[in-house]
């Protein structure tokens, strides 16, 4: 999968290669310093997603790269298309699962080793025998990716933490087939005390090899459940491709055909029945409907959609039969967009996992000399060459940097997982650091806090005359007209009446002013107070006292005549929504002081928040002003998020230290802004920014918990106070530990303060 980007970085190419044969996150700094070696190449390798994402000069092929990454000892492709990859992955989950199947044969050998070994009154004359025959296939067969992985990468010079493993279990192993066939450990008779520490003494009558199968079988199910957890982690991702249909009814030759979406094309009409998902991003062109988006935006209540109307693809038809028109189709899709949204956002890589990763790659060299140290040191003081040995191993075990690895990644593929279910996509890991010290949030005024379009917002009547009149007749008027305030009048009337309006004739429109006609025989006038002083007519004192306080909270009002008197007052405005009140408070709840922007004029501003609940109003900026708004904002020490929806919003959601975009607009918004808002509501901010705050508070306690686990047990090791098989079974509750922790992030629910 390669994109070429543009701007400043024109001439450079982006490409993702899916990586094969890491073990552990050293394996992941290994290759991603190969390629990094490479001239005009910029690359991260992650090692939960197994994926390199590489920016480099377009003299650099893809076969270049992957040339270099398997000189290193690994493989790499570019990796299937979304979907694909997907049902590719599922039918993995429900597949049979060779890593489990090596697990079970390996503790099924290994359990009556280690059972052996601490029962000293179970281990009858040549027990130590037996224990070998079970042991030695745990340990090579059971361990064999462990060896073949410390192979593959001695012979290119490099060690790893497979490296670790193979040399502490083999050592063990060859250690206790030497006391059994040289020593004096393969006696009859011969018992075995167990004891979870190091005891001088011994020497060639002990043995191993309950370390040495133990240590492989707890690895093995430590790789196991990373695995799963993986998966799991992915889980969201692989949801939300799955919301997409699968086959579509298209319209070819006057017939219908059902054809997978793969063939489907733009400007292809496919037919969606009631019930039947819709195939892809189109516009209605036949046909009334409500559709159902829940799965994909989180939104409860359908939306009615008629001729005109655009759809997304993976939304529910939920009402009448629709012919649409597809306008987008595979990866250029709104459901596409946000998988590779989420998939991006897991392959980054934060602050904190880079430092990581430049200690794992150093730390296996550091753990070998360790070791070495250790068998030297217990050796130089007299201790027996067993528990030199036995403490050594120890060392050796113990290091997996393997929680390390996984501290942020795996916190990453759940949280934007999880993310991606509630309608919230987190570009990348940036985004969730600048989340914890965000203070200000800039709101954009139209589509974000407002509906984005123009509302009837009051009607005020004269004495003698109804609202229902004002509607119809004003309403029937409007009807006529294409002005988006007409519009609004028209809508409001007809929703609010239930029913057709009646038939406008020798309809006008005065440019500027408004519109006159006759509806049901009445001469109607419905526009500015200039307009009815043209067919001198007056406002009464009511209406001239609406008309004046309509305007100066900055809403259009529109004066309504028949039949030589003037009759009402109509107010229209860009409306607040209703959800926009509670979500600027739960901003406020963290930490944030919202900022209302936008060009709109004062008064129109000041009204918007004053309902909303917004102190500060920064109004009547052009879109370029609206950049050296958040630029001055910063320069104040502030750090600034800002949400909008619009291309006059793109600039500065760029410009913020974090952009969130409402889904709802435009693509421009979308691409420059670090979180994207699937739902049009406000309140889907706070639960982005919570989720990102959580997410990275999680990924922060992961990596204490790796680097704090290191630290304390080699010491621990070292001195002799740790078996090597409780070293396993510690090493690989580590990793499963910060695998846990981030699947805790999958309770995270929106509008809960949880």
């Known amino acids: 999968m390669t994109a070429t980007t543009s701007g400043d970085t024109t001439g450079i190419t982006e490409t993702e290669l899916v990586i094969g044969g890491m073990t552990c996150a050293s394996c992941a700094a290994r290759v991603e310093k190969k390629l990094n070696r490479m001239d005009g190449v910029t690359a991260t390798v992650n090692y939960a997603t197994e994926k390199a ?97 410390a192979w593959t990468n001695a012979r290119h010079g490099a060690a ?33 005390p167990f004891s979870l520490s190091i005891e001088r003494g011994g020497g060639a009558d002990a043995i191993y090899l309950e370390a040495a199968a133990g240590v492989t079988a707890f690895l093995l199910a430590g790789r196991y459940f990373e695995a799963r957890a993986k998966r799991q982690a992915g889980a969201a991702l692989r949801a939300l491709l799955d919301l997409g249909a699968k086959e579509a009814t298209v319209l070819r030759g006057g017939a219908e055909t059902r054809v997978p979406i793969a063939d489907l094309a733009v400007g292809d009409r496919f037919v969606v029945r009631p019930g039947e998902k819709i195939a892809t991003d189109g516009v209605v062109v036949e046909g009334a409907s409500a559709v159902d988006a829940a799965l994909l935006t989180g939104e409860s209540v359908p939306a009615e959609v008629t001729v005109g109307d655009a759809v997304t693809g993976a939304t ?80 050796l075990i113990i290091a997996c940097p393997c ?38 949030v800039v709101l954009d005024k139209t589509g974000t806090v407002t509906e984005g379009r123009m509302t ?15 509607l119809r007749l004003a309403g029937a008027l409007e009807h006529a007209s294409e002005h988006p305030v007409a519009r609004a009048v028209a809508e409001a009337a007809a929703e609010r009446l239930g029913g057709a309006l009646p038939a406008t004739e020798d309809f006008t429109n005065v ?40 305007e100066a909270r900055g809403r259009t009002a529109v004066a309504v005549a028949w039949d030589g008197e003037a009759r009402a007052v109509l107010e229209v405005a860009d409306a607040v929504k209703a959800t926009s009140p509670e979500a600027v408070r739960r901003l406020r709840a963290l930490g944030l002081t919202p900022i209302l922007l936008t060009g709109d004029n004062a ?26 708004v958040v630029k001055r904002l910063k320069a104040e020490g502030r750090t600034v998020a800002m949400v909008g929806d619009g291309v006059n919003d793109a600039a500065a959601l760029a410009t913020a230290d974090l952009g969130l975009a409402m889904g709802t607009g435009t693509d421009a918004a979308i691409e420059a802004a670090d979180l994207t808002l699937v739902r049009g509501d406000l309140r889907a901010a706070a639960d982005a920014i919570r989720l990102s705050r959580r997410t990275l508070h999680t990924i922060q306690g992961n990596l204490v918990w790796a680097f704090g686990y290191n630290v304390a047990a080699l010491p621990l090791a070292a001195a002799g106070l740790l078996n090597p098989m409780l070293a396993g079974a510690a090493m690989a509750f580590s990793s499963v530990s910060v695998v846990a922790n981030s699947l805790r992030l999958r309770t995270f629910r929106a509008d809960t303060g949880r």
């Open 316 to 395: 529910l038809n939920a009402g009448g039969r629709l012919v649409v028109e597809a306008t987008r189709v595979g990866a250029d899709t709104q459901l596409a967009r946000m998988a590779k949204l989420v998939e991006d956002a897991q392959s980054g890589k934060a602050a904190a996992q880079r430092l990581a990763d430049r200690v794992s790659a150093v730390f296996v060299p550091i753990v070998l000399a360790l070791a070495v140290a250790t068998l030297g040191f217990w050796l130089g003081n007299g201790a027996e060459l067993t528990a030199a040995f036995t403490a050594a191993v120890a060392v």
């Open 403 to 440: 929680a390390l690895g996984l501290a942020t990644p795996t916190a990453l593929l759940v949280g934007t997982g999880r993310g991606a279910q509630l309608g919230i996509l987190i570009k990348g890991p940036e985004a969730l650091e600048n989340t914890r010290r965000a203070d200000t």
């Open 603 to 628: 008064a129109a501003a000041r009204a918007v928040a004053d309902e909303v609940g917004i102190d500060e109003v920064i109004a009547e900026v052009l879109p370029e002003e609206k950049v050296e």
């Open 511 to 550: 440019p500027g002013l408004g519109v006159t006609g006759v509806v049901e025989g009445h001469a109607v006038v419905a526009g500015r107070e200039r307009l009815l002083n043209d067919w001198a007519l007056t406002l009464p004192e009511p209406l001239a006292e609406a008309r004046a306080a309509a």
């Open 456 to 470: 009837l917002i009051g009607v005020t009547t004269a004495p003698g005359t109804t609202e229902a009149e004002v």
């Open 160 to 192: 790893t933490m497979d490296t670790l493993i193979s040399l502490g279990t083999l050592a063990a192993l060859l250690w206790s087939g030497w006391a059994l066939f040289f020593g004096e450990a393969g006696m009859p008779g011969m018992t075995h």
């Open 53 to 149: 994402r590489v920016s480099h000069a377009e003299s650099v092929t893809v076969g270049d790269l992957v040339a270099t990454v398997e000189a290193t000892g690994y493989t790499a492709e570019p990796p299937p298309p979304p979907v694909a990859r997907a049902t590719e992955e599922a039918a993995k989950d429900h597949g049979p699962d060779p890593l489990l199947h090596r697990l079970l044969v390996t503790l099924a050998l290994a359990v009556p080793v280690i059972v052996l070994a601490m029962v000293p009154a179970w281990q009858f004359d040549h027990w130590q025998w037996l224990s070998l025959v079970l042991a030695a296939p745990a340990v090579v067969w059971g361990g064999w990716q462990f060896h073949r992985a």
